[in-house]
């Protein structure tokens, strides 16, 4: 089955290449001819990852699915969340966003955070969501060099490291965008 990704982001092209198996062939937006910039103006994660993957589906005919994922600090009453790329400003520039987190945290003992991800399939039959989330706290500062975005700062429960200092076979196990891909993919073979 021929399946589009509606992303641009390379990172998570090769995360979630690395979890299908062998009769999904995964299409980027640059494979389908799609460059231009997909809006997220949605309030909720949910209605950004269904906004991404109905312009790919009206516009290039094809099987897509789309993520959105946001980042919720409970003691910023669920911040960055839908902001959590362009939480620093509009460059989604992931030092920045991930420097603002520590400050706006700094006086704040409750670091509980999730991850959370949810994933839109849209094929000519039917529309269906996917979640992801995964529990963990923001550490006091930046530990790792693998990964991306906010993974430096984030240790899931029960480990005793950040998503950056995990391999990507490791921290796919546990992901929010790891778990997700895994129900869109169990629902493929079921399905498809």
């Known amino acids: 089955m021929k399946l589009c990704f509606a992303t641009n982001n390379r990172n998570k092209l090769i995360e979630v290449s690395s979890l299908l198996n062998d009769s999904i062939e995964l299409l980027s937006l640059s494979d389908i001819g799609c460059l231009e910039e997909i809006e997220e103006t949605q309030a909720t994660i949910e209605g950004n990852s269904l906004q991404k993957a109905e312009y790919i ?4 005919n094809v099987a897509v699915f789309a993520d959105d ?3 919720e600090v409970e003691a910023l009453n669920g911040e ?3 902001k959590s790329a362009r ?3 509009e460059l989604r ?3 920045a966003n991930i420097q ?3 400050s706006n945290l700094k006086s704040k003992p409750n670091r509980d955070a999730q991850f959370k991800t949810v994933i839109t399939l849209i094929t000519e039959k039917e529309k269906v969501q996917f979640e992801g989330i995964v529990k963990g706290s923001i550490a006091e500062q930046k530990m790792g ?3 991306f975005g906010y993974d430096p700062i984030f240790v899931p429960n029960e480990y005793n490291m950040s998503f950056a200092q995990m391999s990507m076979e490791e921290k796919n196990q546990i992901s929010h965008r790891g778990l997700a891909v895994k129900k869109l993919v169990d629902y493929l ?3 498809y």
Request: net charge negative; proline share 4%; hydrophobic share 30%.
């Open 57 to 60: 589906f009206n516009k290039y």
């Open 93 to 95: 520039d992931n030092e």
């Open 145 to 147: 060099e693998e990964g």
């Open 100 to 102: 603002l987190l520590l």
């Open 69 to 71: 994922t946001g980042l």
């Open 189 to 191: 073979n079921q399905n």
């Open 87 to 89: 939480y620093a400003g």
């Open 80 to 82: 960055p969340g839908v």
